[in-house]
């Protein structure tokens, strides 16, 4: 559907690493998983509420939660796709770390509001109502939520986005905790106690897993990781295959955002040639190393 979508919507939608592309393909997923979180969380809150079962409706926040993740990405597209300014020199690409950050936040968050119902639940345990109906609902949320785990990682690999990879993580351990809840609910119905409350602290513990794994990474980008092996050999590469570069040295690459670098370098040269025309020339590799790979590149 979204690739449809897409094609329809998107002007040079092949065009992944294009700003205004990465912008639209945001708005596209994350106005999609709004309105698919929403349904989910309407029908899943019935259920819940039908059936009595704690983990239920817990699950039906959760998708609320999602909901709201889904703003925050859509949010962080926005403001990271605006133009520089004087108090940004280098753009706002680094507010798409800093939405995956906070939806990296609420999946803890959501995970520490489930663990405590569910303890709440084990104390004070009560009758859960079996129904087709909300068997039904739950089978449908997990294929729903299937969908958009594949989609948001197929776009996410495509234009290179964290926030649409902390979603996609996002729903993928909402595709396992709902397949637990369900397989509880069937399970109620044929043992002596209710498992209500400790399934729903094994969904919310998974839930909260989910959540720091997707934190960590973010962090590691926001407070300086080590570049991309790939990404600095494909550099040397470039660099070295100019006839006048014979080796270089202190490559440093400063990440401001999704595809957006500044990176500088020395290059060595041979001292036999001319000084004006190897000026000349690390000139055009700076130009072509700019282009080549979207950056601000001083060599």
Known sequence: MLKLLSKLFIK????YQNDKVREKYGFLTSVTGIILNLILFSVKLFAGLL???VSVTADAFNNL???GSSLLALIGFKLSSKPKDSKHPFGHGRIEYVASLLVAVLIILVGYELITTSIEKIIRPSSVTFSILTLTILLISVLVKLYMFAYNLYYSKKINSPVLKATA???????ISTTVVLLAFCLNKVVPFSLDGYIGVLVALFIIFTGIKSLKETVGVIVGEKPDKS????????VLSYDV???LHDLIIHNYGI???IISLHVEV????NAVEIHEQIDEIERNLSKKFNCLATI
Do not use: C, H, M
């Open 270 to 273: 041979p001292a036999e040639e």
């Open 65 to 67: 939660s999602d909901a």
């Open 259 to 261: 595809n957006r670098y």
């Open 169 to 175: 993580l996002d729903s993928i351990s909402d595709t």
């Open 231 to 238: 990404l600095v050999e494909e550099i040397e590469k470039f």
């Open 12 to 15: 040079d939608y092949k065009n």
């Open 245 to 247: 570069a014979v080796g």
């Open 51 to 53: 059936s009595g079962a």
